[in-house]
DNA sequence: TCGCGATGAGAATGATCATTCTCAGTCGGC
DNA sequence: GCCGACTGAGAATGATCATTCTCATCGCGA
């Protein structure tokens, strides 16, 4: 019975598109069972079968979009062609992404506040996350050369455009963090340069 | 009957306490009614009779919170002895605010994520957090002379140190933007020098 | 053609929670 | 000392929602 392997598959990722984009627009806690439904268009009793509580499905759709993030950042950073533009394409991702008319800010750090004191799994997928995404910032920072305490200041203006764009709807914000991004690199380029 | 009055205002102080510690540690969703009304030491009619709902109890809840930060900070800032120690209080504000056991996040930025998409209310009221926090941080950039694109990038290492403090636990988050801001003033004024 | 295992659609269940109501007690004014 | 308005404590209400259940139907193998 491969039809029903396959389909199940299909299933689950017509299921976990709509899961995204309801979760995404109108709040994890917000969103209920048969809006999920609707927007699926899978009957309750499949969704349940394909994962057995709202909890998991918050797991997935975080997981989920915590992968292709990855995945999309890794592609952006590497077509960069100097180090330190791959230090900038972190900042060109975010500004497209705030443009995106569907941004609503950092899925993560809203589902940390909306669940994170009462839901340890989500709690825990939020810390993922978070730690594989500031390993790849520090990374490309650090591979451009840059002290650690550098990367540290990078990956807080990216948090704080994100968080700003969320919260103040200001598109200018990755422009803004891009900005300082430049004056760090270039003064710590200079210093670079003072003791060598 | 000024009693009455007076014993209106303390109860309404002592339910706002209670509510602060409240929803602020265990989220505004998750907290319930009779949670606040056993964390007040009132009854619930009491409580209704003094906020006709949850709702507005939030909305005081963030206000009230707003009105004690704001003045904090222009009490820091004002104690500081130069303008650029002005913008370095902030920082100093920050650092104490993470290390406080208590410390969880942006109040505003948790409100935002938990309801600001359904409830219009919230909504407006961190927004009139975020514009006033805003102001104020520009204010005193601007005031020890330096550019707004500097008070932006400013704002940005306050927010994104304060969303980084709330869900990565990093208690470092405000030394870590405090370095960059150093770099970014250091840098500003010494294109300050070079051109005049 | 027959019967069975799974399916879809939506109703039932049970829990949680904001909000309101009940009722027995109490206090201030007379 | 007495009456009426107010109070506290907690139960009742009504809504919402995750999760489960019913049942009529369907696809498929024999």
């Given at each position: 019975?491969?039809?029903?392997?396959?389909?199940?598959?299909?299933?689950?990722?017509?299921?976990?598109?709509?899961?995204?984009q309801?979760?995404?627009a109108?709040?994890?806690?917000?969103?209920?069972?048969?809006?999920?439904?609707?927007?699926?268009?899978?009957?309750l009793?499949?969704?349940?079968?394909?994962?057995p509580?709202k909890?998991?499905?918050?797991?997935?759709?975080?997981?989920?979009?915590?992968?292709?993030?990855?995945?999309?950042?890794?592609?952006?950073?590497?077509?960069?062609?100097?180090?330190?533009?791959?230090?900038l394409?972190?900042?060109?991702?975010?500004?497209?992404?705030?443009?995106?008319?569907?941004?609503?800010?950092?899925?993560?750090?809203?589902?940390?506040?909306?669940?994170?004191?009462?839901?340890?799994?989500?709690?825990?997928?939020?810390?993922?996350?978070?730690?594989?995404?500031?390993?790849?910032?520090?990374?490309?920072?650090?591979?451009?050369?840059?002290?650690?305490?550098?990367?540290?200041?990078?990956?807080?203006?990216?948090?704080?455009?994100?968080?700003?764009?969320?919260?103040?709807?200001?598109?200018?914000?990755?422009?803004?963090?891009?900005?300082?991004?430049?004056?760090?690199?270039?003064?710590?380029?200079?210093?670079?340069?003072?003791?060598?």
């Amino acid at each position: 019975m491969p039809t029903a392997i396959l389909t199940e598959e299909s299933m689950r990722d017509q299921l976990l598109d709509a899961v995204e984009q309801v979760f995404y627009a109108r709040g994890i806690q917000a969103a209920n069972m048969s809006e999920l439904r609707d927007a699926a268009g899978l009957p309750l009793r499949r969704i349940y079968q394909l994962f057995p509580s709202k909890d998991e499905l918050i797991v997935a759709f975080l997981r989920r979009r915590h992968d292709r993030l990855m995945a999309m950042l890794e592609a952006q950073v590497a077509a960069a062609d100097s180090p330190e533009d791959r230090v900038l394409a972190l900042f060109a991702h975010l500004d497209a992404w705030f443009r995106e008319p569907s941004f609503r800010g950092c899925p993560w750090t809203n589902a940390y506040c909306e669940l994170g004191p009462t839901n340890p799994a989500v709690a825990a997928e939020v810390d993922h996350h978070e730690l594989e995404h500031r390993a790849l910032v520090t990374r490309v920072v650090l591979d451009a050369g840059y002290s650690p305490e550098i990367a540290d200041v990078v990956y807080l203006l990216i948090a704080g455009a994100v968080t700003t764009a969320g919260v103040q709807h200001s598109l200018d914000a990755a422009v803004q963090a891009r900005h300082g991004v430049r004056i760090l690199l270039a003064s710590s380029q200079a210093e670079v340069a003072l003791t060598t």
